[in-house]
């Protein structure tokens, strides 16, 4: 059973480009939601998606946006990148009724030059 | 104030000996109370989940919440270098989706 996949591992742009992460869920998750964690730091969490809407957004600003696919899958857009979104991007599945119970991916490391 | 505070450590201790680790919060609302181990260049990994006060063990490892004192530990029994990894709290309102995350304790265990 292939727990959460993200792509690319590794990431490195420069400063106002534009950025797409991938996320595939745990084999029977419908959930999935995305967080930040810079270094040193514990994971910030950016938005869930469930049934391919928005449930939840935090404290980030509308540069970053996301989708959530038929299959689950997930994708996390940054625009116009800051030398600050550098960071290890998480990806973590559930199901919508166990949220706290989440199964993280490795993340991608995103470094912004 | 900071609504999780956390001690960054880097804490290192002799194998077999117990480990505690800490978390205080504010947030009153605060319903669900977690433990996620993460180890170098991996994504957390769920240790622990309870959502009342008092203590819940899992083989090594038990977690114990006072909600009245607004603190969260976790116990780590003959801890093994395999243990070692940062350790990070987590709390969550009950009808919210995010996680509230602590900075995560960096814990080394030496043999």
């Known amino acids: 059973d292939a727990g959460v996949t993200q792509s690319p591992t590794h990431l490195i742009k420069t400063r106002g480009q534009q950025v797409t992460l991938r996320c595939s869920p745990k084999?029977?998750?419908?959930?999935v939601s995305w967080y930040q964690q810079a270094l040193g730091q514990g994971p910030q969490f950016i938005f869930q998606?469930?049934?391919?809407?928005?449930?939840q957004r935090g404290n980030f600003p509308d540069r970053f946006s996301g989708h959530q696919f038929p299959n689950y899958s997930s994708e996390l857009n940054v625009n116009a990148l800051l030398l600050g979104d550098s960071a290890l991007y998480l990806c973590?599945?559930?199901?919508?009724?166990?949220?706290?119970?989440?199964?993280f991916g490795s993340g991608t490391q995103l470094s912004v030059l | 104030q900071k609504e999780v505070e956390q001690d960054p450590g880097p804490l290192s201790v002799p194998e077999g000996a117990i480990v505690s680790l800490n978390c205080t919060y504010s947030n009153s609302a605060f319903q669900y109370f977690m433990w996620y181990r993460q180890y170098s260049r991996k994504g957390p990994e769920l240790l622990m989940y309870?959502?009342?006060?008092g203590n819940k063990e899992d083989g090594r490892f038990t977690a114990q919440v006072d909600k009245s004192s607004k603190y969260i530990s976790l116990f780590i029994r003959d801890s093994q270098p395999s243990d070692s990894a940062t350790y990070l709290c987590?709390?969550?309102?009950?009808?919210?989706?995010?996680?509230?995350f602590g900075q995560g304790t960096r814990l080394t265990i030496n043999p």
């Open positions: 309870t959502y009342s006060s």
């Open positions: 973590a599945s559930s199901l919508a009724a166990m949220t706290g119970k989440l199964f």
């Open positions: 987590a709390f969550r309102i009950q009808g919210a989706q995010k996680l509230v």
């Open positions: 084999s029977g998750h419908d959930t």
């Open positions: 998606y469930y049934e391919e809407e928005e449930r």
